[in-house]
C-alpha cells in the first residue's frame, strides 16, 4: 500500500546512523576549521606583535641616534654651502674686477645713469656703415642679455620696470639701426641692378643677422619668386606685388626679441617667491603671526621637546623655528632655487631640509593662473610652445626714390628718414582663386636647432603684441631638400644650388608678409622614460636622461658639463663642449632640446606628484653620494604616493651597466628613511622595510648602512663644486617628478 501524500517516509536504522555519522563529521570539520583559524589568526598576530616590536626597536634605535646623524648631515651641507658661497663670490669679484681691468667703454646694465647715456649717444649716432652699426647691434645684445639676467635674479620689484624700459630701449634701437642699412641699401639699389634680372639684390650678414633685400625695378607681372640661395630663404609674390613699386627685406635674426616683448606686456614679472629652507639657510628672527594650525604643530613639538632627552633639546628648537617660519616658505613646486636669506646682525640659524619637511605641511597645488585667457585658442601661449632659430622678418616697403645721373651729377630726391611700410591690400576679381592673393616664404631651418617634432609657425601680431598660429597654410616641410633659386620672370630659367649635406625646407603661404618664427612644444620631451646618474671617478659623473623623444648625456667633472647624445645632430656649438651648467641649460633650451622645469610645468606634463620638499630632502643628499653611488629611476616612485620617494641605488662606479641584483630600493619619507624589501621586478608595491636593514633619520646614513668602507670615505672627498653642479642639475630637471 503506498505511503499516504503530505507524510514523509519513514527513516531506517541504517539511514539514521549515516546522517548521525555525516553529521558528526560535519561538526568535527567545522571545530577542526576553527581550530586552524584560531591558530592561524594567533599566528598573525604574534607575527603582527613581532613586527610591531621590530619596527618599535628600529624606530627606537633611530630616535636614539636622530640628534646625531641629523648633525652629521647638518655640518656636511653646511660646510659644502659656504664653500660654493665663497667660491662663487670669489669668481663674481674677480669678474667684476677683470671688466674693470679692461677699461672698455661697454656700460654697466646695472647702473641707470650709465646705460642711459649709452642709449642716447647710440640713438643720435648717423652712422650707416655696415659693419659698424652690426658691431655696435652686437654690443647691445650683449647688454640686453645682461639685463635678462638681471630680470631672473632680481630681489626688489621697484627694479623691474626699470630694466624691462631699458631692455626695450635697446631692442627698439637695434631694430631702428638694421632698418637704416636697409634704407641705404635700397636708395643705391639703381646703382647695383642685376645684369641677368633687371633687379637689385643683397644678401648682408653676421653671427647674429642675416640681412637680405630686394628691389623691385623692374616691375614685371611676370617675376614670381626669388630664393637667396646664401642664406637659403625666398620668398613668392602675387602679380599685383610683382607690378607694384615695393622692396622686400628679410631679417633673420639669432635673438628673439618679440618674445621678450610680449612676456613683458602680457605677463606680469614678479621677483623669485622665498624659496622653502634648506641646510643652507638661516631663521630670520623676526617671524609672522601664525595661524591656528601652525599653533598646534607648535605645541605638539613643545610637548614632543619635553619628553627628548637632552643633547636632542636643540634640535627640538629649531623644528619650533621652522614651524613658525612655515607662512613665509609655503610656495610651489617651483621652489627649488638655491639663494641664501641673511640676518641683519650676520648670525645664522641653520636647519636641515630634513626638519622643514617634518615641520611644515603639504602645500595646496598652485592656483591656476591665465595667459592670453580671453584671446582664442590661436594665440600662441608661451609657457607651452617655445620660439626656436629666432625670428624671421618679412616685410614689404615701398622702394625709395632713386638717383638720376645727369651730366656727371647724381640727383636723388628728399625722402623720409625711415622706410614706409607698404600695406598689401589684395586686389581680388571674380575669377581669381583666393590661393593666388597669398604670398608664399620658403625658408631652410636654422642648423642650430633641434626640432624633435614637426615644426608650428607663430606670426607676429604687432597690434596685440603675441605670436598667433592662423593665417598659415599650405605649410610644407623637405628634409633632404636641394636650395632653388626662382627667378618668375622665365618659368623656364631655374638656378639650382647644390648643396654637401640633409637640408630641411620649410615653406608655406600668408595673406601678407609678417614677422614669424617657427615653435615647438615646451616639453616636447616629457614625461623622462628614465634616468640615471652613474659616476666615473672623483669629482665626475653621468647624468643620462631617457626622454620621451631624445636620449641625452650630461657628463660632469667638477662645475663644467658636457652633452652627448647618440644621434647624428649637427650641433658642433653644443655637443661636446664643456660650459657650466647654468651655460650649458641656456644653450640647451635655445637648441630645442629642453629637460629642464620651470614653474608651469605641472600644468602641462603629467608627473608623479611628489611634495617638493620631500624631493629636494632626496636631490640635497643624493648629491653628497654621487661621486660613489649610482642612483635611477624606479617604477614604483609613481605608485607610493606624493608623499613618499623611491629611488634605485647602487654603489658603482665606472661605465659599465650597473648589475640587476645589485640595485637596492630606498624610500624617502618625512620622518624616516629605509631599505625597502621588494625589487624592481615585484608583482606589486609593498612599503615593508627590509629585514636585514634598520631606519635612519638622513638618506646618507641610510645608504652608509649598504657601502662599502671605502665607498664611504669617498663620499668625503667629493669636491664641493662638483656636489653643487649636481644638485643643481637634479633640482633643474627634477626627474623624480617628471618621470
Known amino acids: 500500500m503506498p505511503p499516504k501524500k503530505g507524510k514523509k517516509p519513514k527513516l531506517t536504522k541504517a539511514q539514521k546512523a549515516k546522517l548521525k555519522l555525516e553529521e558528526e563529521q560535519r561538526r568535527l570539520r567545522e571545530e577542526e576549521e576553527a581550530r586552524i583559524q584560531a591558530e592561524r589568526e594567533e599566528q598573525e598576530r604574534l607575527e603582527r606583535q613581532r613586527r610591531q616590536e621590530i619596527l618599535d626597536m628600529l624606530e627606537a634605535k633611530d630616535s636614539k641616534r636622530r640628534g646625531r646623524e641629523v648633525g652629521e648631515l647638518h655640518s656636511l651641507l653646511e660646510k659644502n654651502y659656504f664653500a660654493v658661497i665663497k667660491y662663487k663670490n670669489d669668481a663674481a669679484q674677480m669678474c667684476k674686477w677683470e671688466k674693470y681691468m679692461q677699461c672698455g667703454d661697454i656700460p654697466d646694465p646695472g647702473v641707470q645713469q650709465d646705460i642711459n647715456t649709452f642709449i642716447s649717444l647710440w640713438r643720435d649716432d648717423p652712422t650707416c656703415n655696415i659693419k659698424t652699426v652690426f658691431k655696435q647691434c652686437n654690443l647691445a645684445l650683449q647688454l640686453i642679455e645682461e639685463l635678462e ?390 669629482d665626475s659623473a653621468l647624468f643620462t636622461i631617457h626622454g620621451a623623444l631624445i636620449d641625452l648625456t650630461i657628463t660632469i667633472q667638477g662645475d663644467q658639463c658636457m652633452l652627448q647624445t647618440d644621434r647624428e645632430l649637427n650641433l658642433a656649438n653644443l655637443f661636446g663642449k664643456w660650459m657650466s651648467a647654468p651655460d650649458l641649460q641656456q644653450a640647451m633650451i635655445k637648441a630645442g632640446l629642453n629637460v629642464f622645469v620651470n614653474e608651469h610645468t605641472d600644468k602641462f606634463v603629467t608627473s608623479c606628484r611628489k611634495d617638493p620638499r620631500r624631493e629636494h630632502v632626496a636631490y640635497e643628499q643624493m648629491s653628497l653620494f654621487a661621486s660613489v653611488c649610482t642612483f635611477s629611476w624606479s617604477k614604483w616612485n609613481a605608485q607610493c604616493g606624493p608623499q613618499y620617494i623611491v629611488v634605485k641605488v647602487s654603489e658603482h662606479q665606472g661605465i659599465d651597466p650597473v648589475p640587476e641584483d645589485s640595485w637596492n630600493l630606498f624610500q624617502v619619507g618625512a620622518k624616516r628613511f629605509q631599505k625597502l624589501e621588494i625589487t624592481e621586478t615585484s608583482e606589486e608595491f609593498c612599503a615593508d622595510h627590509h629585514p636585514e636593514s634598520e631606519f635612519h633619520s638622513t638618506f646618507i646614513h641610510m645608504l652608509q648602512d649598504n657601502m662599502s668602507p671605502e665607498g664611504i670615505s669617498r663620499t668625503r672627498e667629493a669636491h664641493f663644486i662638483f656636489v653643487d653642479t649636481v644638485q643643481s642639475l637634479f633640482c633643474a630637471t627634477r626627474p623624480l617628478m617628471f618621470c
Not at 624700459?165 to 631692442?171: G, M
Not at 639701426?177 to 642685376?194: P, R, T, V, Y
Not at 624659496?275 to 614632543?304: A, H, N, S, Y
Not at 584671446?375 to 638720376?404: A, H, K, N, W
Open 149 to 538: 639676467v638681471l630680470l631672473r635674479e632680481v630681489t626688489d620689484e621697484k627694479y623691474i620696470p626699470k630694466y624691462q624700459e631699458t631692455l626695450l630701449h635697446l631692442q627698439d634701437i637695434v631694430y631702428t639701426k638694421i632698418l637704416n642699412i636697409s634704407m641705404e641699401i635700397l636708395k643705391g639699389a639703381s646703382n647695383n641692378i642685376d645684369t641677368e634680372t633687371g633687379n637689385m639684390q643683397a644678401v648682408v650678414k653676421d653671427e647674429n643677422t642675416k640681412l637680405c633685400v630686394w628691389a623691385n625695378l623692374m616691375r614685371k607681372s611676370r617675376f614670381k619668386c626669388l630664393t637667396f640661395k646664401e642664406v637659403g630663404m625666398g620668398f613668392e609674390l602675387t602679380k599685383q606685388l610683382a607690378m607694384s613699386n615695393i622692396a622686400v627685406r628679410i631679417l633673420h635674426t639669432t635673438y628673439d626679441h618679440l618674445s621678450t616683448l610680449s612676456r613683458i606686456t602680457h605677463v606680469k614679472t614678479t621677483v623669485a617667491p622665498p624659496r622653502l629652507l634648506t641646510v643652507f639657510d638661516e631663521v630670520p628672527q623676526e617671524v609672522p603671526e601664525q595661524d591656528d594650525g601652525e599653533k598646534e604643530i607648535q605645541e605638539e613639538m613643545q610637548e614632543e621637546q619635553e619628553e627628548e632627552p637632552e643633547e636632542e633639546q636643540e634640535q627640538a628648537e629649531e623644528e619650533v623655528s621652522m614651524a613658525q617660519y612655515s607662512e613665509e616658505t609655503k610656495g610651489s613646486e617651483s621652489q627649488l632655487s638655491r639663494d641664501s636669506t641673511h640676518t641683519e646682525d650676520g648670525e645664522s640659524q641653520v636647519v636641515t631640509q630634513v626638519e622643514v619637511v617634518e615641520a611644515e605641511p603639504t602645500p595646496p597645488p598652485p592656483e591656476e593662473d591665465e595667459v592670453f585667457s580671453n584671446e582664442g585658442d590661436e594665440v600662441v601661449d608661451l609657457r607651452m610652445y617655445t620660439p626656436l632659430g629666432g625670428v624671421f622678418y618679412y616685410e614689404m616697403f615701398y622702394l625709395p626714390p632713386q638717383s638720376i645721373h645727369i651730366n656727371g651729377w647724381e640727383i636723388r630726391r628728399v625722402s623720409e628718414s625711415r622706410l614706409k611700410v607698404f600695406q598689401y591690400i589684395p586686389e581680388k576679381s571674380e575669377d581669381e582663386e583666393s590661393a593666388s592673393t597669398l604670398v608664399g616664404v620658403s625658408v631652410r631651418l636654422p642648423d642650430t636647432v633641434v626640432f624633435l617634432e614637426t615644426p608650428r609657425v607663430g606670426r607676429w601680431d604687432a597690434e596685440a603684441k603675441y605670436w598667433r598660429m592662423d593665417g598659415i597654410s599650405d605649410f610644407t616641410c623637405q628634409e633632404n631638400a636641394q636650395e632653388e633659386e626662382e627667378e618668375g620672370e622665365d618659368d623656364e630659367e631655374e638656378v639650382v644650388q647644390e648643396e654637401t649635406g640633409p637640408v630641411t625646407k620649410v615653406s608655406f603661404k600668408m595673406d601678407s608678409f609678417y614677422p614669424f618664427v617657427f615653435m615647438q612644444k615646451t616639453y616636447a620631451n616629457f614625461p623622462f622614460r628614465s634616468w640615471e646618474v652613474r659616476p666615473l671617478g672623483k
